[in-house]
């Protein structure tokens, strides 16, 4: 299998050093940004470019690793070709292919990824999509070198796992951000919640998240609430934290006990 | 030293194992549940009381380890004695013991506890306060034997600390809960998210929480933003979505680059 990368971000990066890894043959990588593009050909040693007619037509599979917004200016400006078109995200249909080619196929890593940053693919889930068996056997098996968890998901149920990841990544990494910038006021290094984050993240493994919901809102200390909201000088953090609150406490409430 | 504990929840039960684990004896457990005193005496075999009246007079410690609004009144109707008074809360400051005690401390362990969970306390950080040096030396040597990570932090610091650990662990967990809710909708087990979440919270180990963040709010990627907000039915979900997503936004524009 021969394999084109068509984006070189966290993402992209992650998965192509991956397969490299793997012994798969990685022909190229496209980039509109030099830099990003050069950066990973040089991980992956292969040849890169920045403009799409040089785009070689000898791949495989063409995976599609960029913003969201990007995809379908950069597959009108495609040349045709008979490798399989797929593409990572979580929340864009398999038909945005539709008209471009008829191996489509989608490669959904659940992972968070920054470029500096090695995640092992083994434990990643990944998702698969595929327009026909051919396609989606093609996809499995390099999935399946990969990732010791891989499946077959419809785009619609994929959209509705991506937002979830959003909910369960992005706005989590999100609270730490917040977290940090209270300490940092204080001047406490960020460290001393490493323990808290390790365990909050850990306990899951054997709870519901909603049996392992502490803290104030859960027990709805309504004084802790009220002295916490006046120690908030950001308008914003305070709406949020006045709203995760009621949220909070909303879900126990409605919790079968 | 002989430890008496005021309260039988989720911290008290953990602290009071790892009390007793390392050698120290506990006298006597009071909590108003009687199910809760008995629950927690029984692991770690001493007597219990409802009553505060049966309290027993000839502890070294006291430790108050109940819900923040209940300690004023708790307090109130304790006998006095020539124990240390410390409480484990992290927003009520040590001046809340002014006029019951002068031998008084707080001994704030940072971490999310549940009964059913036992926690490593040699990973814990533990914060000490203390009205004196005498009142210190003890409240360190306990938590010195149970933790590695233990300091001194006045009122007002861990007033701020626990306020971070309220975004970091409890808004967090309410991360995990939603997810898990959007989850359970198309019926996909949560469990597909574990290593997104773990990952999530080990990335910080290596990168600052800024520069960790991902996902299409950092990318201002309207499309996907849009889109999520449109699949979600719950009024208050969305509004969090679109609260959290300008929140993230707008700290990548002020991230210094």
Redesign the interface.
Known sequence: MKLIFIGAG?LATQLALACSKQGFEILQVYSRTEASARALAEKVQCGFTTSLSELRDDADLYLFSV???ALPGLLAAMKPNNGIWAHTAG?IPMSVFDGYTDKQGVFYP?????K??T?NFR???IFIEASSEAVAESLLQIASRLSD?VSLLTSD?R??????????????????????K??Q??H?P?D????????????????????????????Y????IS??LG??SDP??Q???R??S???H??AINKPT
């Open positions: 966290n913003k969201d917004d929340s659940l992972q968070t990824f920054s500096s940053r995640v434990k990643i889930p968890q149920k959209k509705r796992l991506h937002l979830a990841a959003v909910f369960a990544c992005n706005f989590t990494n999100h609270m730490y951000v917040l977290a940090s209270l300490l006021e204080e406490i960020i001393v919640l490493q323990p808290l984050i390790d365990e909050t993240a850990a306990k899951i493994h054997d709870l519901t998240p909603a049996a392992a919901q502490t803290g104030p809102a859960v027990r200390d309504e004084q802790v002295k916490q120690m908030l914003r953090m709406e949020l934290y709203l995760l009621e949220s909070i909303q879900e």
